[in-house]
């Protein structure tokens, strides 16, 4: 017996989780994303840039087809720099540090206000897979939840 039913479920609410979600929930599919936390959401543990060299040119694309991510670090931003300035333009990149905390509440604040978005807290533990194609999750808690797809960030921790 399922908990609740809905078109798409997202796992994990980092940066590919929340612009997947948000993706999803904006092409009108009713959508929940599921962490740990929904304080943790978005969070920049580590490293609080986003841009350079690598990252940049996801962000560019993230941006170019309407994502959040370069929103909440213009929003969030402390300062930013050109990086590769000894060089020749094509290499140039644009990196910015963020406030850690203003990253977490903006992307927060516009995941709790999407439409077609649910925010859930729990650990899935397992993917319900029904005629050789995901239909669902089951939390650490024994709740069960159906979907028509399943968005899995991080394989190695179904595996």
Known sequence: MF???YDVIVIGAGHAGCEAAL?????GVQTAVFCLSPDTIANLPCNPCIGGSAKG???GEI?????????AADFSAIQSRMLNRGKGAAVHSLRAQCDRVLYNRYMKNVMENQENLDIKQ???TRILIEENRAAGVETRLGAKY???AVIINKLRYFL
């Open 63 to 71: 941006d170019a087809l309407g994502g959040e991510m370069g929103k």
């Open 57 to 59: 040119q996801i962000v």
């Open 122 to 124: 729990g650990e899935i």
């Open 146 to 148: 159906s979907a028509k």
């Open 23 to 27: 993706a999803s929930a904006r092409l």
């Open 3 to 5: 908990l609740e039913t």
